[in-house]
């Protein structure tokens, strides 16, 4: 039976909560999928906002960031990942894709109705994934919407779904080259919630198969996108990202970019890695797009 679950908080969820929901045992997905949904009514905090710019990358502006409510949205994504009917545990979730939306510009005092939910799932041949879709609200229009895919890998039955798609090919054009910020990895935790010691420990990050700690991947698109021409299209815009690779603290990287018709389309390479990282398309959007469309 479908489970209907409505999580309403009066302030960002408390990322203590859900480490402590995170070693509960999970149900399963056989189990069915029950439909989770946070909600959080949020006005921008000037002084976050200076922090999220500084850890970002990203100009300060009259109005946020595409990425802001991508970031701040996320502590409710953390609390449907962590619910005890969710069919697995969080330690074995790896954002994979991001789709941002943008219909309308924010502005920096605007009162924000967050909402996330659960909206769909696949079973692949080597693992599963799950859709978690957030909107902003602002006087009762959507003016912002982003839609999450998180996979975990295993053998979870019969696939009901292909492959998940694949990034496209960026052509090498332009190239943007820096090195990436060191640390900051518990600081950008405070404002999406994601405490993972993947992103501050390296320790802990070397025990799960990696070299060291590494980037938030919202804070990495923030970096790239700090980089890219700027959209010469008002909202609506339309970010989509494949993330495929860690990005480590302290690391040279080069963006190439390749300009499209409606927009640019960016690879990000870590340490001369012929491999990108994260895979990206920033372009206008028509006026009826929506993510679940």
């Known amino acids: 039976m479908k489970r209907d679950i409505r999580l309403d908080y009066r302030a960002r969820p408390s990322a203590l909560a859900f480490m402590a929901?995170?070693?509960r045992p999970s149900p399963g997905i056989k189990r069915g999928m029950p439909a989770i949904t946070a909600h959080w009514r949020h006005r921008v905090d000037p002084s976050e906002l200076k922090r999220f710019h500084a850890l970002s990358g990203l100009p300060e502006s009259r109005e946020l960031p595409l990425l802001y409510p991508h970031t701040i949205?996320?502590?409710?994504?953390?609390?449907?990942?962590?619910?005890?009917?969710?069919?697995?545990?969080?330690?074995?979730?790896?954002?994979?894709?991001?789709?941002?939306?943008?219909?309308?510009?924010?502005?920096?005092?605007?009162?924000?109705?967050?909402?996330?939910?659960l909206v769909g799932h696949r079973i692949?041949?080597?693992?599963?994934e799950f859709d978690l879709h957030a909107t902003v609200q602002v006087d009762g229009a959507v003016a912002w919407e982003g839609l999450?895919?998180?996979?975990?890998r295993g053998r979870f039955g019969k696939p009901t779904a292909d492959a998940a798609p694949e990034a496209p090919k960026v052509s090498p054009g332009n190239t943007a080259q820096w090195r990436m910020l060191a640390g900051g990895g518990w600081r950008y935790g405070g404002l999406s919630g994601d405490y993972n010691p993947l992103h501050w420990w390296s320790g802990y990050a070397r025990k799960h198969g990696f070299a060291r700690a590494f980037f938030h991947p919202q804070r990495?698109?923030?970096?790239?996108?700090?980089k890219l021409p700027q959209p010469a299209a008002a909202p609506p815009l339309q970010l989509e990202a494949w993330l495929k690779g860690p990005v480590f603290y302290g690391e040279p990287v080069a963006m190439h970019m390749e300009a499209l018709s409606d927009g640019t389309a960016f690879a990000l390479h870590v340490n001369g890695d012929h491999r990108p990282a994260i895979v990206g398309r920033l372009?206008?959007?028509s006026r009826d797009a929506g993510l679940l469309n």
């Open 21 to 23: 929901r995170a070693v």
């Open 73 to 117: 949205s996320f502590p409710l994504q953390m609390a449907i990942l962590t619910q005890p009917a969710f069919p697995l545990p969080i330690w074995r979730m790896l954002q994979v894709r991001n789709r941002i939306l943008q219909h309308a510009p924010l502005a920096c005092d605007a009162v924000q109705d967050i909402t996330a939910r």
């Open 283 to 285: 372009s206008a959007a």
């Open 124 to 128: 692949l041949d080597k693992g599963a």
């Open 220 to 226: 990495v698109l923030g970096q790239c996108l700090a």
């Open 148 to 152: 999450n895919t998180f996979y975990a």
